[in-house]
């Protein structure tokens, strides 16, 4: 296991289809997050697990965006009735819940294009 | 509402010269920071923390200075080498550290001259 996978690496969609973006942490980090980009931004925050549990939701993620990590191991991120705003990339990490000083690691990205 | 500001949206050095890349904050909540450095194509990748209790954290050519009271951080890399071209991001926590919500600026675009 050498980092953070993410599937797809880019989808392109029509305006108004659901879509959905796996995540796979490294295997023994039970902490697991997603972050959006968008063009000359940093990344914004969405969600995050530990475990199984999601622990908080930013007020980004609409009733159309829903995360789950059933296992707590890898994750999904749904998008419904997808609109152009949701064009972005969409980023995963993962870190030990125990550690306060080490970083998130993150995925290489999913990068969505709604037409 | 930006929290974290990164306000110069770029910066060039000639190659060994010391690049110092800053960074503002706004919410006093802030305890805990973090640098990451991401190249086209992969996510980002973490370079290096400080804590709110210390001032200045050092790791080989990474240097992060962190001045509370005036809400103010920077990353110094020296000597900078070509491959640190690149966009940098500055990063805060709250109290939980970094294994929580980080909130980002929106980004340094490092280029480096040989």
């Known amino acids: 296991d050498t980092g953070v996978s993410q599937d797809p690496r880019h989808k392109i969609t029509k305006r108004g289809q659901n879509v959905t973006f796996r995540c796979d942490p490294i295997s023994e980090h039970n902490r697991l997050y997603w972050y959006r980009q968008t063009l000359g931004q940093g990344p914004e925050f969405l969600t995050y697990f530990q475990n199984e549990a999601q622990l908080e939701k930013s007020r980004l993620l609409s009733d159309r965006f829903s995360a789950e990590r059933p296992k707590g191991s890898f994750s999904t991120l749904e998008i419904q009735r997808t609109e152009q705003g949701d064009s972005a990339m969409y980023l995963c990490?993962?870190?030990?819940?125990?550690?306060?000083?080490?970083?998130?690691?993150f995925g290489p990205g999913t990068r969505l294009t709604v037409l | 509402d930006q929290q974290v500001k990164q306000n110069s949206p770029s910066l060039s050095v000639q190659e060994g010269r010391i690049s110092i890349l800053n960074c503002d904050y706004t919410n006093s909540m802030f305890d805990y920071f973090l640098w990451y450095k991401k190249y086209p194509a992969e996510g980002p990748t973490f370079l290096i923390s400080i804590s709110s209790i210390k001032d200045k954290n050092e790791d080989g050519r990474f240097t992060v200075f962190l001045n509370k009271s005036a809400k103010h951080l920077s990353l110094h890399i020296v000597p900078s080498q070509p491959g640190d071209s690149a966009v940098y991001f500055c990063a805060a926590s709250d109290v939980r550290g970094a294994n929580s919500k980080l909130t980002f600026g929106k980004g340094i675009t490092l280029s480096v001259r040989p």
């Open positions: 990490a993962s870190s030990p819940s125990g550690s306060q000083s080490g970083g998130q690691f």
